[in-house]
């Protein structure tokens, strides 16, 4: 079966840097996704990461490890408003999306 | 980024009554548009792969006949739940691929429904 892990709950404090893991089995592979998804709001794109290694986006950078079926999305210099669900999401080999159930991070001041 | 939109974003309705939610690529053609369902605390759920010109790809466990798609142009899905029910009341997501950007989904700011 088709399965993406990443924690159900973080915490981190403002300023600080957090990594949020993410590890998938899937049929396929043609890429893998971040999205940011604030309380009763839709998902907003973060990254997408087909090759190995890591893609910078200001605070933000997705890490890719195709072998290790594994990504991280780290986030730096942390701000209140980053308080979120985070989605992980890989494109299989039918091009369609397999979600993850998202990791709540809760940023303490 | 592609920007989606969704109308209308709040919905109250009686049960029995039916209706529609129509989701819109502003600045890209979409060939290929989904629609998601979200429960309160929960991940999205795909409920329906939309393609333009033919018939949706509905999830398993979708019934077709209640939540009747209609993808009738590169820009417009439209998803009508119909005889909608309490247990119907959700957030209603949708989002559209831009081929220009590969894969990439862009995601519409959701329809909440709310059955009484």
């Known amino acids: 079966g088709q399965n993406i892990d990443q924690p159900t709950e973080m915490t981190a404090t403002e300023g600080a840097i957090v990594q949020i893991n993410c590890t998938y089995q899937t049929s396929g592979f043609n890429g893998l996704f971040w999205y940011q998804q604030h309380a009763g709001e839709a998902p907003t794109f973060l990254s997408y990461n087909v090759l190995d290694g890591l893609e910078e986006k200001g605070r933000f950078s997705s890490f890719l490890s195709r072998s290790k079926g594994y990504s991280y999305l780290l986030l730096k210099e942390l701000q209140m408003k980053d308080s979120a669900s985070y989605l992980c999401?890989?494109?299989?080999?039918?091009?369609?999306?397999?979600w993850g159930a998202g990791t709540k991070l809760i940023i303490k001041p | 980024g592609a920007v989606v939109s969704q109308h209308p974003s709040w919905v109250i309705c009686k049960s029995g009554t039916s209706v529609k939610i129509e989701c819109r690529s502003l600045d890209f053609q979409a060939t290929t548009m989904f629609w998601y369902r979200q429960f309160p605390k929960q991940s999205l759920m795909l409920m329906a792969t939309s393609n333009e010109g033919s018939k949706a790809t509905y999830e398993q466990g979708v019934e077709k006949d209640k939540f009747l798609i209609n993808h009738a142009s590169l820009t417009l899905s439209t998803l009508t739940v119909t005889s909608a029910h309490p247990e119907d009341s959700s957030f209603y997501i949708c989002s559209a691929r831009s081929g220009r950007e590969g894969e990439t989904q862009y995601f519409g700011p959701g329809t909440r429904l709310l059955v009484l």
């Open positions: 999401a890989v494109l299989d080999s039918n091009y369609q999306l397999i």
